[in-house]
Structures are given as structure tokens and as C-alpha cells.
């Protein structure tokens, strides 16, 4: 098993090595690190890191990127990309991530081409292949590379060669934009994407390590992981958390009793479909 990890990551080298220089969408999460940091011992001074600066990126997590790259002595730029100003973003329709990707790629395609970078990479797997993904279609068009995916590596494998590597995202929870938080339909806007940020650094705060507060109007829909669901079953914690949220505006708190799971508010799309059937 060590010995296809080594062959998979010296695979990626190689496939990394042909591009020359390279902009790494970074977000801080395991697989873009992962990806920046195999980027940058290829590639050095010819990689460099793009992060988007948004209302659905919490600061803790742009705190964690601009840690890693100053560390890593990487090359590190910070735009502003607000998918609260794309048109059609607030409504929240199923394509909503296409819009965002769409508009976050067309700004690092600029500033590529401001450092005379050839190529563009962002981090996805092969894992992301099974889920709804309306973003890849934007990636598609503008011709960014996935070279995770494109090397075969899944989310297992990337942790594992992280931890080799040292890497401080090797065991950290996975994260997707605050955006993802509401049903496809329902608007989203800043008020609203602070609640579930706020709500969300709280648990972390308790001691939750993964964690997604789901925007269901006046109710918040708590997914942790699945061996965290027992802290639960502790009367002051549920009490605690219940006065916090009705702080934060949730008038009603819930425990989503199936737990964390990645794409849980794309379940609503698989249902329609397979009453359609």
C-alpha cells in the first residue's frame, strides 16, 4: 500500500512538472495544501496560491491558508471574489455553484496571466466524482486542470500522503463554502451566512471538530460527525447550545439524527428524481 502511494505521488510530480508554473486555487482544505505543497517542491518559485476573500469564506479558514503559504514560504495572493454580487448567486438555484466557480476562476485566469502563469489546478478527487457538483461544468469551460483527480488519488490517499508529508491538514475535517449551508431556493444573504458562521465557530469552540449548521429559516439543522452525535446526550450541552443559537437568531435547534455527510442538501435533488422515476 506504501509502495502505490509512493508510485501514485511521483505520478502527480510528473504530471505537475510538465506545466511549468502553475496557480493553485487554495483554500486551506486538505486537498488543495496537499496539491499546493506537492506544486511547489516541483515547481518552486513558479507556483503560486490563489485565495478568494468572500461572505461564504469564514476568516478562520483564510487565517489557516495565509498561516501555511508564509510557513511554506509560498507565494501567496488574496482577492476579492463576493458570490453575493454574482447575478443569480442570492437566489441559491441548484447551479449555484457553477455561478460561483464560473466567477472565482475567471479572477485567478487574470491573475495567472498578471505572474505569466501557464496553468491553472484546483484540488479536486476522485472522490468528488460521485456527488452533484455543478461547479466542475465552470471548471470544464475555463480549462482548469484537476491534477488529483486526473492521478487517480482519493480523499484516503491524499490525508495519508499528507500525514507522511507533515502536513497540518492531514486529519482536518472537510469544509465547503458557508453557501452550502441553505436548501437550493431559499435566499441567501450576509445576515444570514454570518448566523451560520457564528453558530458554526461555536460548536467548534465546544470542541466539535466537523461540523455543518444547515439554514432552515427559523430552525437550525446541526450535522456533526457521526461518533460526535453521543456528546449529545448531555442535557447542559444541548441546553447551552439551544440559548446560543436563539442568540445568533435561530429560534428552534435540531439534531440531525443521520449526521454529517458531504452533499446533504443535494439529497432534496435525488429525491425529486426518483419520484420522476
Known amino acids: 500500500m506504501l509502495m502505490e502511494l509512493q508510485n ?17 486555487a487554495y483554500s486551506g482544505g486538505v486537498d488543495s495544501t496537499f496539491l499546493l505543497k506537492v506544486a511547489h517542491d516541483v515547481l518552486q518559485d513558479q507556483v503560486i496560491a490563489v485565495t478568494a476573500r468572500s461572505s461564504t ?15 511554506a514560504g ?27 466557480k464560473y466567477e472565482l476562476f475567471s479572477k485567478i485566469k487574470e491573475v495567472a496571466q498578471k505572474y505569466n502563469i501557464k496553468y491553472i489546478a484546483e484540488g479536486s478527487n476522485i472522490d468528488d466524482l460521485g456527488d ?20 487517480g488519488l482519493g480523499k484516503d490517499a491524499i490525508r495519508k500522503l499528507s500525514r507522511q508529508m507533515g502536513l497540518p491538514t492531514w486529519d482536518k475535517p472537510a469544509f465547503a463554502c458557508l453557501a452550502s449551508r441553505f436548501p437550493y431556493g431559499v435566499k441567501i ?12 465557530q461555536y460548536l467548534l469552540n465546544l470542541g466539535f471538530k466537523q461540523v455543518r449548521v444547515r439554514h432552515h429559516g427559523d430552525t437550525a439543522r446541526i ?13 447542559e450541552l444541548m441546553d447551552n447550545i439551544y440559548k446560543q ?13 443521520k449526521g454529517y455527510r458531504t452533499g446533504s442538501m443535494n439529497e432534496v435533488i435525488d429525491t425529486q428524481q426518483n419520484i420522476l422515476k
Open 8 to 24: 501514485t505521488l511521483k505520478q502527480l510530480e510528473r504530471h505537475i512538472e510538465k506545466m511549468g508554473s502553475l496557480a493553485v
Open 57 to 71: 469564506y469564514p476568516e478562520r479558514e483564510l487565517k489557516e491558508a495565509t498561516e501555511f503559504t508564509h510557513s
Open 132 to 151: 452533484y457538483r455543478p461547479g466542475m461544468q465552470a471548471i470544464k469551460e475555463l480549462g482548469i486542470i484537476s491534477p488529483l483527480k486526473d492521478t
Open 223 to 235: 450535522e456533526v460527525a457521526e461518533a460526535e452525535r453521543l456528546k449529545f446526550f448531555d442535557l
Open 189 to 200: 444573504t450576509r445576515d444570514k451566512l454570518a448566523m451560520v458562521n457564528r453558530a458554526e
Open 245 to 257: 443559537f436563539q442568540k445568533i437568531g435561530f429560534a428552534y435547534t435540531s439534531l440531525d439524527l
Open 74 to 100: 509560498i507565494k501567496h495572493i488574496v482577492i476579492q471574489s463576493e458570490e453575493l454580487e454574482i447575478e443569480g448567486f442570492t437566489n441559491n438555484p441548484p447551479n449555484r455553484c457553477y455561478l460561483c
